[in-house]
C-alpha cells in the first residue's frame, strides 16, 4: 500500500470505466477527489479501474471491479 494514511487528502487517485466493447482504458486525469458518480449508464457490463498514488509517486497497484447493470424489469 502507498496510501499517504497520515495526511490522507495528499493522496491522488484516478480512474478508468471501459464495457467489454472498448479495447481502450482512457484513464481520469489525478485528482484529489476521492468520490465517484455515473449517471445515465446504460445496461451493459462495466469495469472500473482505480489507482492512487502519494505526494511521493508511489502507485498502489490497480484495482478493479467489473459489474453489470440489466435492463428495468418492467
Known amino acids: 500500500s502507498t496510501a499517504q494514511y ?5 493522496n491522488y487517485y484516478r480512474y478508468a ?3 467489454a466493447h472498448e479495447a ?6 489525478w485528482s484529489l ?3 465517484l458518480s455515473f449517471a445515465a449508464l ?3 457490463t462495466y469495469t472500473l479501474r482505480i489507482q492512487a498514488k502519494n505526494v511521493t509517486g508511489q502507485y ?3 484495482r478493479s471491479l ?7 424489469w418492467y
Not at 481502450?24 to 486525469?29: G, I, L, V
Not at 459489474?67 to 428495468?72: A, G, L, Y
Request: hydrophobic fraction near 25%; charged fraction near 25%.
Open 33 to 35: 477527489n476521492h468520490e
Open 66 to 72: 467489473t459489474f453489470t447493470i440489466r435492463p428495468p
Open 6 to 10: 497520515d495526511a490522507p487528502k495528499k
Open 24 to 29: 481502450d482504458t482512457n484513464w481520469s486525469a
Open 17 to 19: 470505466l471501459t464495457t
Open 42 to 44: 446504460r445496461e451493459g
Open 60 to 62: 498502489t497497484p490497480v
